[in-house]
């Protein structure tokens, strides 16, 4: 049989699938359709997710035959790094390029009690965040599970050398979650999967910028992860002139969507809410804020703003900052402000992308 030329062999290989994109179930269909016992599924799961293996090839304890097959259908999605910056805190940045040469980022966090890590969900964003780095070129594509469970799979190889684990997840990286919720909900039932990653709902954080339609769906699923809405105003005015998603779903119907997610998982849920200078960051807006999430049981966590060149906003000063918490500790609020990392590098999402971009 004629050679296929290389550039169509990769374009075959392109249009795998992600074998990380599989269910474990669904990968027991696969096996059974393929005349194979289920119980190869633990095996796999086991070499996938365990050994953390590259190729079908090293797994040893499966025919020749099944591993051939397994490798004309699916990729073990590979992630070549192609840069990565250390902060003098331990917060290491890694940036990925995918099979089709699109680049994400991911990002793991050294805290007291383990390392987290903040996965990409999209290639880029379409919500055009007005503070945001990761919109400023648009969405390029959404990720297929597999490749976001590929993020972790990569931040626990190179855990691995310092023997230690990713203990938690946040899809708080590039793009929006909700607008990729399918694979977002894959992506979540793998490494919650006691034979996937076995990383606990309660270690897995997902945030949304407020797709409220998918903020019921998400409610409706009754998974134990905990919720984040990057809110970042107090008003429907202020908060339309820094996200656009608020035309769409202005802040009444968003708040109703918590209200609804509430009452149906009874979890806490954490409103990021990034200070802008001028903008949304006085005393009037802390009480502006505790009054329109009185009654709910949440979280506030302040974050000062990440200063991304193309984008104009000013750091809120020290003073205000604090006045801010002291006013919402005063409403009976929760509040934390968040503790900066990797400050001396790339930090703002979506930044070491854009920087990377620029270079080319
Ligand atoms: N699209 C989702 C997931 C991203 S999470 C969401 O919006 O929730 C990343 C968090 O960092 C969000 O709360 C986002 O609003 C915030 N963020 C983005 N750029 C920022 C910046 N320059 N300064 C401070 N916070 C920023």
Redesign the pocket.
């Known amino acids: 049989m004629q050679e296929l030329k290389k550039e169509v062999q990769a374009e075959i290989a392109g249009k795998k699938g992600s074998v990380y994109t599989l269910q474990f179930d669904d990968l027991k269909a696969w096996l059974q359709e393929a005349g194979e016992p289920s119980f190869r599924a633990d095996q796999i799961f086991y070499w996938l997710y365990d050994k953390r293996v590259e190729q079908f090839d090293e797994m040893t304890n499966l025919s020749k035959a099944l591993r051939e097959r397994l490798s004309s259908t699916f990729s073990i999605t590979p992630l070549k790094e192609v840069a990565k910056q250390e902060s003098v805190d331990g917060t290491v940045k890694l940036l990925f390029e995918l099979e089709d040469g699109n680049t994400i980022e991911t990002v793991v966090m050294k805290h007291g009690y383990g390392n987290s890590v903040?996965v990409t969900?999209q290639v880029g964003?379409r919500?055009g965040?007005t503070?945001?780095?990761?919109t400023l070129g648009g969405l390029k594509r959404n990720l297929e599970a597999g490749e976001i469970t590929a993020q972790v799979l990569a931040s626990q190889r190179a855990l691995d050398e310092k023997g230690e684990r990713v203990s938690s997840v946040?899809?708080?990286?590039?793009?929006?979650?909700?607008?990729n919720y399918k694979e977002l909900i894959g992506f979540l039932k793998v490494i919650n999967h006691d034979k996937g990653l076995n990383i606990g709902a309660r270690h897995i954080t997902?945030?949304?910028?407020?797709v409220v339609p998918k903020i019921y769906d998400f409610a409706d699923e009754k998974l134990q992860i905990n919720f984040?809405?990057?809110l970042?105003a107090p008003t429907t005015e202020i908060r339309s002139r820094l996200?656009p998603?608020n035309r769409a779903w202005p802040l009444d119907k968003l708040m109703e969507s918590i209200k609804y997610y509430q009452e149906t998982t009874n979890r806490r849920v954490t409103f990021?809410y990034?200070?802008?200078g001028g903008v949304n960051d006085q005393v009037e807006h802390a009480k502006q804020l505790a009054e329109l999430i009185k009654g709910l049981k949440c979280h506030v966590n302040l974050?000062?703003?990440?200063?991304?060149p193309e984008?104009d906003?000013v750091r809120t000063k020290r003073e205000d900052i604090f006045a801010f918490e002291k006013t919402l500790k005063e409403a009976g609020v929760n509040v934390t402000i968040r503790r900066e990392q990797g400050h001396d590098i790339d930090a703002?999402?979506?930044q070491l992308r854009a920087n990377e971009g620029k270079k080319k």
């Open positions: 903040c969900s964003c919500l965040c503070f945001c780095a990761s946040v899809v708080m990286g590039i793009g929006e979650p909700f607008d997902v945030s949304t910028s407020g984040a809405v990057s970042h996200m998603v990021e990034g200070l802008f974050i000062p703003v990440n200063h991304v984008r906003y703002a999402c979506g």
